[in-house]
């Protein structure tokens, strides 16, 4: 299993790739026999949460201390035994992610305190966090292992404390996802009417940017704009629910289900491709979002149209 894991740390030097094969080793042995409640064997879920975090091109100390971040509470390891064996810093990290876990209170008590350790988290050590919600995008990744009661708590706590804490954070790919994991859980059945909606009218949305995307090319690149990459993204399904709310649950009056996304190589060649795109298309009134000039709240900047 080592084997295939240490494929993905290209980026750390050989010095930390042999600190996070002793917590990989440490992993290993710790959860030696114990499952998931989907089955599959304990060791899978750490490194599925290290996985993420060597995605985001964390340290080092980050991605050890998420191999070793529930052997504290499921094996019989101190801390101390940590700081001997991988560091001060990452059995600190270690640590903290365990004291996040304990909370007391139920309903909206629980809220509350859950977000008030997660911000002392945040001011405290910022990897505490990312470990943190890394960890849950696995546990919702597989939550068909946990009864349905209990799926519905952690879909709502990922809902309201996890999500808008990836936003926050500026993590977008993350919040996405850890609401596309909670919606079917707890609207099953807008989720299902939605999908089925969206599975009627996104193929003719596309092969409608299928069709432009290579004008559009053509034009940027006899304006003088070379973007580093042109595609489309689909909109999320929880993100495209929340429109609808505000949109009489009309799906034709969201125009960007699916929408051409550019990236190009600074803030000048942005206002050059908005200039090249509105002389082709006219633009919509209302409907033109410059983020450069006015960021978002979280720090995002482009341009929407
Ligand atoms: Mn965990």
């Not at 298309?281 to 978002?296: F, N, S, T, V």
Request: glycine fraction near 6%; hydrophobic fraction near 40%; charged fraction near 30%.
């Amino acid at each position: 299993m080592w084997e295939k894991f240490s494929k993905q740390l290209t980026h750390y030097t050989e010095a930390e790739r042999e600190r996070i094969r002793v917590a990989f080793d440490i992993a290993e042995h710790c959860h030696h026999g114990q499952t998931r409640g989907t089955g599959d064997p304990y060791i899978t879920h750490p490194v599925a949460v290290a996985r993420e975090l060597i995605s985001l091109k964390l340290d080092a100390s980050t991605i050890v201390a998420s191999l070793l971040h529930d052997v504290l509470e499921d094996c019989k390891i101190t801390k101390k035994d940590l700081e001997n064996k991988v560091g001060v810093e990452a059995a600190f990290l270690v640590e903290s992610v365990t004291k996040l876990d304990h909370v007391r209170y139920q309903g909206f008590e629980r809220k509350v305190e859950s977000t008030r350790k997660m911000f002392l988290a945040v001011a405290e050590d910022i990897r505490v966090v990312l470990i943190k919600l890394a960890d849950r995008m696995h546990n919702m990744q597989t939550i068909r292992g946990l009864t349905p009661e209990k799926q519905k708590r952690v879909a709502q706590e990922t809902l309201e404390i996890y999500a808008p804490l990836a936003y926050r954070l500026g993590i977008g790919e993350w919040k996405g996802e850890l609401e596309d994991l909670s919606f079917p859980i707890i609207y099953p059945d807008e989720y299902k009417w939605l999908t089925g909606e969206v599975k009627n009218l996104l193929p003719k949305r596309k092969k409608y940017l299928d069709k432009i995307l290579p004008v559009v090319m053509g034009h940027l690149e006899s304006g003088g704009v070379y973007p580093v990459s042109i595609d489309f993204r689909t909109k999320r399904y929880y993100s495209l629910w929340r429109k609808l709310l505000r949109n009489n649950l009309d799906l034709e009056r969201i125009t960007d289900l699916a929408a051409l996304r550019i990236i190009v190589n600074s803030i000048e060649e942005c206002y050059q491709a908005l200039g090249i795109i509105h002389s082709l298309w006219r633009p919509l009134p209302g409907k033109i979002k410059d983020y450069i000039a006015m960021p978002k709240s979280n720090g995002y900047q482009s341009i929407h149209t």
